[in-house]
């Protein structure tokens, strides 16, 4: 089936920028999402490329290249708030979602 | 406020006894799903529905059931089948998969003992 892989863990200061890689062994996605999730809670929506390019939400920022089957989510300024899970999400031929095992980011003050 | 109910938060259960999860929306989104996440792990599709009366399984559906019998719900029935069935319990509708956006409730963690 169709799978995402992601970094495990990624560690940044507060106020630095970090990116957070996604590539997947599909040529079935449509689309890409990304989710922010904190412990103990339930996943939140960030952003979604249904197009090739870079779409821009406040200090998030996420990437798709489908050529190259890679995303990217990118956030900048950094705040001890963004500690949290992140995983990014294929749009599976229009009928679901496929997660990503997710990546948790630590930011360190 | 819209949005979508998940019960109970948190459920116990013995070996051998199926349980019910309770999932309703008030988006009047056409679309829901059933995701399991077991700790440290991602999503993974169990069930999910895109019209009323229709559903389809996903990647893990083994020990699991669903319905669709109206468009604000979608109960998820744990049975006794489902080998492991300790884990976190997600929900989420989205009007389809086109603006690449779900909506989840807060979740229901079930414990077997």
């Known amino acids: 089936g169709q799978s995402l892989e992601q970094p495990s863990e990624v560690t940044a200061v507060e106020g630095a920028i970090v990116q957070i890689n996604c590539t997947y062994q599909?040529?079935?996605?449509?689309?890409l999402s990304w989710y922010q999730q904190h412990d103990g809670g339930a996943p939140t929506f960030l952003s979604y490329?249904?197009?090739?390019g870079l779409e821009e939400t406040g200090r998030f920022s996420s990437f798709l290249s489908r050529s190259d089957s890679y995303g990217y989510l990118l956030l900048q300024e950094l705040q001890m708030k963004d500690s949290a899970s992140y995983f990014c999400?294929?749009?599976?031929?229009?009928?679901?979602?496929?997660f990503g095992p997710g990546t948790r980011l630590s930011v360190l003050p | 406020d819209g949005g979508i109910t998940q019960s109970p938060k948190y459920l116990f259960r013995k070996e051998g006894q199926n349980v019910t999860l309770s999932c309703e929306q008030n988006?009047?989104?056409?679309?829901m799903y059933w995701y399991r996440q077991d700790p440290g792990q991602g999503l993974r599709l169990i069930y999910y529905?895109?019209?009323?009366?229709?559903?389809q399984k996903g990647d893990i559906a083994e020990g699991y059931s669903v319905s669709r019998e109206k468009k604000e719900s979608f109960p998820l029935t744990v049975t006794s089948a489902q080998k492991n069935p300790t884990a976190f319990y997600l929900c989420?509708?989205?009007?389809?998969?086109?603006?690449?956006?779900?909506?989840f409730g807060e979740g229901s963690r079930l414990t077997v003992l």
């Open positions: 989420a509708s989205s009007h389809g998969t086109n603006t690449g956006e779900l909506f």
């Open positions: 599909t040529s079935g996605f449509y689309g």
């Open positions: 490329n249904g197009l090739d």
């Open positions: 999400a294929g749009d599976n031929y229009g009928q679901n979602f496929v």
């Open positions: 988006l009047n989104h056409d679309a």
């Open positions: 529905s895109q019209i009323v009366n229709d559903f």
